[in-house]
């Protein structure tokens, strides 16, 4: 960061922050106002968000057990965090004097009350009392918010009530929370969630707690590309065979990031600043021109859902708080509000682009936390820097190959060409694999005409967390390029080679990455019998990207380079010969070309659809043959 900028933010954060519950930026007067356009989106889109909560709201006081909860059109059960949304409804009511938030807000409490909440102070994320507590800091975040700022729309028996459970939730977090407790996600909100509730309540203690956090967490930053870690079962300093750190993108900006940025500005912790700097500086590199965050690669990829992750709260406050930073900040902020714009549908926000064409019902989740964020940000409105889309995200701008060495993730950009490989060996869970892209596959390929060509999915789609994910509907594809062979019904492909290797090179205007990888199967074991050592180059130049494939073993099983191409069902797919076919999408044509005939893998109607990221698909494979000598090519062009 520039010294200047850098001083400059600190000035900010050193004007009247330190009063009590100032908000950030609070004690700023005449502010002018600004980012009117941006204010508009968020204004309309947090109406629309909580009009679509109120429609699914049960009102049956007859059944306590559902009584104020948020229906999910998709899911059997009802979230136990559904409670989040009494921050929304209080700014809403708020703000448009319209009681039906203020009965809103307390229907949905009084369902938290009566099912998930538990003497200790906690609640729980399902209405069973030995299920996961650490979701309380989510729910007391949105409670003193909701209080703080719009506590005064509430009759004054409400008011003490929620004031009083408050405590007790402020007091569990307290209690329990350490900073390697869990994923880092837990620890690193409550750095934020004690410091606020601190405040709301004046409990010096609270506030403390939350500086001893915010200390600990300063350590959890990569050494080179500064990213936030510990993403991890079962500790969130467990590091990879490779020696990386557990990441997952969705968490880190969508909710880890935010808590710390607005501890940090509120309380005047330069450090942290410069940390989180550098971190969001580094996270951006992920974002997609669309607005879309590229987690193709992160450990906890299970819930990549095209704009973020399934159960995060947005990535919003974290980047438009330090717009004033790096304007680009201010850039994701928007372009990540307007694509969930376009996945919203009758009020609800679905996981992602492909859901509303393929008719895929939306959790109602994605909304209630989504919400919370637009009304930080309006809340704060006042005293927030100018945020807009006019500064370029570096995706955008990008050229050439960049190695994060943190994640062994390389980012490649030729002309319009915008693409991901994945080396990543972290993962989630200690004992089973979920497997996000990795084996030097092709985890993201985007192109600036027509959007979104390829986007890895989890190898096989699991309910890791089977409260907080979807099912998946119909016969379950991997959407991530991949050679794969079938032997005994054993799948064996690169996605499971967590070893592997990726070289890179750029000269003439052609970007080379050359993965050089082993097929295997889930539980790691290398096929035997045929051909297993293959390299896989993408090569990218402005007018195409390319996928050779090759092995110097000989094939004897069926083999195949599969390579799923991001398309709704509505768009025309031509088979122009065996080797070519096309898809016309809305703003071009895609043409690809193979040295061996293209078919499409047998699926339920005329795509296949998958949870991670939310998109439909169209699954080419193209198979080795004798005339291919070991060698497969196949062209992507746009024109």
Not at 64 to 72: I, K, S, V
Not at 561 to 575: G, K, M, Q, R
Request: charged content about 20%.
């Amino acid at each position: 960061m520039k010294r200047r900028n850098f001083l400059q933010l600190s000035a900010l954060a050193g004007v009247g922050l330190s009063l009590p519950m100032s908000g950030v930026f609070n004690a700023c007067t005449n502010h002018p106002e600004h980012s009117l356009e941006f204010k508009n989106l968020i204004t309309g889109l947090l109406k629309d968000w909580s009009d679509g909560m109120l429609k699914v709201q049960i009102n049956n006081p007859s059944n306590l057990d559902e009584h104020g909860a948020l229906g999910c059109p998709s899911c059997s059960h009802i979230h136990g965090r559904c409670m989040d949304a009494v921050y929304p409804f209080l700014y809403m009511a708020d703000k448009t004097g319209d009681q039906k938030y203020v009965e809103g807000a307390k229907l949905v409490m009084t369902w938290a009350e009566n099912n998930v909440s538990q003497e200790s102070g906690a609640w729980t994320v399902i209405k069973n009392p030995k299920s996961w507590k650490g979701i309380t800091v989510f729910g007391a975040i949105a409670l003193a918010e909701a209080l703080y700022y719009h506590g005064h729309v509430l009759d004054e028996a409400t008011r003490k009530a929620w004031t009083t459970r408050l405590e007790k939730a402020g007091q569990y977090i307290y209690d329990t929370f350490t900073i390697d407790f869990t994923n880092i996600n837990y620890p690193g909100t409550a750095v934020y969630g004690l410091n606020l509730i601190g405040n709301v309540l004046n409990r010096v203690d609270f506030k403390a707690k939350s500086k001893k956090l915010a200390s600990e967490v300063k350590v959890y930053f990569t050494e080179n590309e500064g990213l936030l870690f510990g993403e991890c079962k079962k500790s969130s300093s467990k590091l990879s065979e490779k020696g990386l750190h557990g990441v997952d993108l969705g968490y880190n900006v969508e909710e880890t990031l935010n808590s710390l940025v607005m501890y940090a500005i509120k309380e005047k912790d330069d450090e942290l600043l410069q940390i989180l700097t550098k971190s969001l500086n580094s996270h951006l590199e992920f974002m997609l021109p669309d607005g879309a965050w590229d987690n193709s690669w992160g450990n906890r990829m299970y819930k990549w859902s095209y704009w973020g992750s399934r159960t995060c709260d947005g990535s919003q406050p974290a980047f438009g708080m330090m717009a004033n930073i790096n304007p680009a900040f201010g850039t994701a902020a928007v372009k990540n509000t307007e694509l969930l714009e376009r996945c919203t549908a009758d009020g609800l926000i679905h996981g992602g682009p492909g859901f509303i064409e393929a008719g895929i019902p939306p959790c109602v989740h994605h909304t209630f936390t989504h919400a919370k964020p637009l009304a930080a940000l309006l809340d704060h409105w006042d005293h927030l820097p100018e945020i807009n889309a006019n500064a370029s995200l570096p995706r955008a701008t990008a050229d050439g190959v960049k190695h994060f060495k943190d994640l062994d993730v390389y980012l490649f950009a030729r002309g319009d060409w915008r693409g991901t490989v994945s080396a990543y060996d972290a993962e989630y869970h200690y004992k089973y694999d979920f497997r996000q892209a990795s084996g030097g596959a092709l985890g993201v390929l985007y192109h600036n005409k027509v959007g979104l060509l390829c986007a890895a999915s989890m190898a096989e789609y699991s309910l890791v967390e089977k409260n907080n994910q979807q099912a998946q509907p119909g016969k379950d594809i991997c959407l991530t390029p991949r050679v794969e062979v079938f032997k005994d019904d054993v799948w064996y492909t690169n996605l499971y080679d967590l070893p592997a290797t990726v070289a890179t090179k750029d000269g003439n205007g052609q970007i080379e990455l050359l993965a050089d990888t082993k097929l295997k199967n889930v539980d790691r074991e290398e096929i035997t019998g045929t051909a297993s050592a293959f390299d896989i180059g993408y090569n990218c130049t402005a007018n195409q990207t390319e996928i050779k494939v090759n092995t110097k073993q000989n094939i004897i099983e069926k083999t195949a380079f599969v390579l799923p191409i991001v398309s709704p069902s509505s768009e025309v797919v031509t088979n122009i010969s065996e080797n070519e076919i096309t898809i016309q999408k809305p703003e071009g044509l895609v043409t690809i070309k193979a040295n061996a005939p293209i078919k499409i893998k047998e699926i339920e109607g005329e795509r296949t659809f998958n949870m991670v990221p939310g998109v439909e698909a169209l699954p080419l494979e193209v198979f080795f043959g004798e005339e291919q000598k070991n060698n497969l090519k196949i062209s992507i062009v746009v024109s």
